[in-house]
């Protein structure tokens, strides 16, 4: 079945650092992926997405390419706010109905100032 | 706001009793997906209902029932409730369809506590 993988953390990491949350996936077909966040006491949003294969989603600086090659949807941000610290969730959906929707752990990202 | 609208925001019982949380899905989407959270954990899938039928089923346990009105908005049935089911349950919604990404959207969430 599908499945996904990704760093569990937590993370660490000083405001203006380089951010990347590994995110790699297991899918029959063609699968959508996305990224969605989770801010302390709130529900997810949902981030970015890529549909097919070489696609780069991008939001609110932050980027993932979707590499079919490698089976990875890794996240990445030049310069982290504190304001970044949140949990983050990758995902894929397959199926006519979305009915193979799945969520990877979720990483937690805590920046200092 | 995600469009999906999740009652009531918080609900304390206590354990023995039985609870009904409601989603009502974004204008247009058929798609009605319910989550459970519980502290420092992950999410986990516990049902989909497609346009009133069931679609998919995870973790589910079968003290919890769900369903999908015409009106589109759904309920999740939560019974016999134990303190381990203290939780935060969220419903998504997606676009209607067999095309597409399928993407969710969340409500907001309904934080259950079970004494």
């Known amino acids: 079945g599908n499945s996904v993988t990704q760093m569990e953390g937590p993370v660490t990491l000083s405001e203006e650092a380089f951010l990347t949350i590994n995110c790699t996936y297991t899918?029959?077909?063609?699968?959508?992926l996305f990224w969605y966040v989770q801010y302390p006491g709130e529900g997810l949003q949902l981030l970015l997405k890529a549909t097919k294969a070489d696609d780069k989603g991008s939001n609110k600086g932050f980027e993932a390419t979707y590499r079919k090659e490698t089976t990875s949807f890794h996240l990445e941000k030049g310069s982290v706010q504190v304001s970044d610290s949140a949990v983050y969730f990758c995902?894929?959906?397959?199926?006519?109905?979305?009915?193979?929707?799945?969520f990877g752990p979720g990483t937690r990202l805590s920046v200092l100032p | 706001d995600s469009g999906v609208t999740q009652t009531p925001k918080h609900l304390i019982t206590a354990t023995g009793q039985r609870v009904t949380l409601r989603c009502s899905p974004r204008s247009g989407d058929l798609s009605v997906y319910w989550y459970q959270q519980s502290l420092d954990q992950g999410l986990q899938f516990l049902i989909q209902?497609?346009?009133?039928?069931?679609?998919a089923k995870g973790n589910i346990l079968e003290r919890f029932s769900a369903q999908q009105f015409p009106d589109l908005h759904s309920e999740l049935n939560l019974s016999s409730l134990e303190l381990g089911d203290s939780a935060l349950y969220f419903c998504?919604?997606?676009?209607?369809?067999?095309?597409?990404?399928?993407?969710?959207?969340f409500g907001p969430g309904t934080r259950l506590t079970v004494l």
């Open positions: 998504a919604s997606s676009e209607q369809g067999t095309s597409g990404s399928h993407e969710q959207f």
């Open positions: 209902y497609y346009n009133g039928e069931e679609r």
């Open positions: 899918a029959t077909g063609y699968p959508s």
């Open positions: 995902a894929l959906s397959g199926g006519n109905y979305g009915q193979n929707f799945v």
